[in-house]
């Protein structure tokens, strides 16, 4: 069973950074792909950013530029740089892995959230 944690999240100002980290136990952590998603009030779960098991990356079109994914297979973690804060990125941001020896819907791990808070 994977455990997925996260951590970083808070209350920033725009334009202001923060990095988020989401540490794994259990589980083949290096063959997983890992997502950084978030869902703002009222509005559906989007992804904002994925990276492979080889280090590919794919971003939400409003993060490209401004966020970074990375991963530490040492240490089980992915991590979700953001720099240039907006208010709309205001919302609980959660990890996801997926686990491709998984064939179905348990394939999907999930963390509790993190709540980021942009605002002045």
């Known amino acids: 069973q994977v455990q997925l944690v996260e951590s970083g999240g808070g209350l920033v100002q725009p334009g202001g950074s923060l990095k988020l980290s989401c540490a794994a136990s259990?589980?083949?952590?290096?063959?997983?792909?890992m997502g950084w998603y978030r869902q703002a009030p009222g509005k559906p779960r989007e992804l904002v950013a994925v990276?492979?098991?080889?280090?590919?990356?794919n971003y939400l079109d409003s993060a490209k530029g401004r966020f970074t994914i990375s991963r530490d297979n040492a240490k089980k973690t992915v991590y979700l740089q953001m720099n240039s804060l907006k208010p709309e990125d205001t919302a609980v941001y959660y990890c996801?892995?997926?686990?491709?020896?998984?064939?179905?819907?348990?394939?999907?791990?999930w963390g509790q959230g993190t709540q980021v808070t942009v605002s002045s």
């Open positions: 990276i492979t098991s080889g280090g590919s990356t």
């Open positions: 259990g589980g083949a952590f290096s063959i997983y792909t």
């Open positions: 996801n892995a997926d686990d491709p020896l998984v064939t179905d819907a348990r394939r999907y791990y």
